[in-house]
T-cell receptor, first 119, second 115 residues
Framework: AQKVTQAQTEISVVEKEDVTLDCVYETRDTTYYLFWYKQPPSGELVFLIRRNSFDEQNEISGRYSWNFQKSTSSFNFTITASQVVDSAVYFCALSEWGLPALANEKLTFGTGTRLTIIP | NAGVTQTPKFRVLKTGQSMTLLCAQDMNHEYMYWYRQDPGMGLRLIHYSVGEGTTAKGEVPDGYNVSRLKKQNFLLGLESAAPSQTSVYFC??????????????FGSGTRLTVV
């Protein structure tokens, strides 16, 4: 069965510091998708990134970057020069791509990391 | 462009009461899901549907029922609410290109308290 582990329950950093959120996953499939979502205090889930298992290139989007390493089954998320608006709970999630079709679409979430940026 | 709409946003139930949570999506997505979010547990899948008229159990289905009579709607029912069902409920929908899962869209959540 698929599993996502976010070992960091809570992290606090001072504004402008860099911070990395860890995500380790388990899956039997060779093809799968990894996601990061942000949940700000308002409660909605905001999609950040989707990565498939064939694409191990790191991705950068502004102050956000993601490091995908299949060898260690990790998909870590780094925020550079953190800002107070980055304060939120961040979830890593996994979707397997395999038969039967009913199994493809389910997202399995980690337990989340609560990030607090101190002004 | 509404996306995924959940109603109600808040509800307080007494133990033993029943209620239905409604999820509606206007994106013509085939797949719909109900998750619950509890402190320290992340989001856990309750039930899901891969198309109109089909439903399947997720990780924590006990105490809930679902129906997908129309493609755009996915209803979550609690027949006899229990305090353990106090949670925030999220509905989501998604689509695929082939078997490539894309476009998960979440509703804004329903905060349910059972007293």
């Amino acid at each position: 069965a698929q599993k996502v582990t976010q070992a960091q329950t809570e992290i606090s950093v001072v504004e402008k510091e860099d911070v990395t959120l860890d995500c380790v996953y388990e899956t039997r499939d060779t093809t799968y998708y990894l996601f990061w979502y942000k949940q700000p205090p308002s409660g909605e889930l905001v999609f950040l990134i989707r990565r498939n298992s064939f694409d191990e290139q790191n991705e950068i989007s502004g102050r956000y970057s993601w490091n995908f390493q299949k060898s260690t089954s990790s998909f870590n998320f780094t925020i550079t020069a953190s800002q107070v608006v980055d304060s939120a709970v961040y979830f890593c999630a996994l979707s397997e791509w395999g038969l039967p079709a009913l199994a493809n679409e389910k997202l399995t979430f980690g337990t989340g990391t609560r990030l607090t940026i101190i002004p | 462009n509404a996306g995924v709409t959940q109603t109600p946003k808040f509800r307080v139930l007494k133990t033993g009461q029943s209620m239905t949570l409604l999820c509606a999506q206007d994106m013509n997505h085939e797949y719909m899901y109900w998750y619950r979010q509890d402190p320290g547990m992340g989001l856990r899948l309750i039930h899901y549907s891969v198309g109109e008229g089909t439903t399947a159990k997720g990780e924590v289905p006990d105490g809930y029922n679902v129906s997908r009579l129309k493609k755009q709607n996915f209803l979550l029912g609690l027949e006899s609410a229990a305090p353990s069902q106090t949670s925030v409920y999220f509905c989501a929908s998604s689509y695929s290109i082939g078997q490539d899962p894309l476009g998960y869209t979440f509703g804004s959540g329903t905060r349910l308290t059972v007293v």
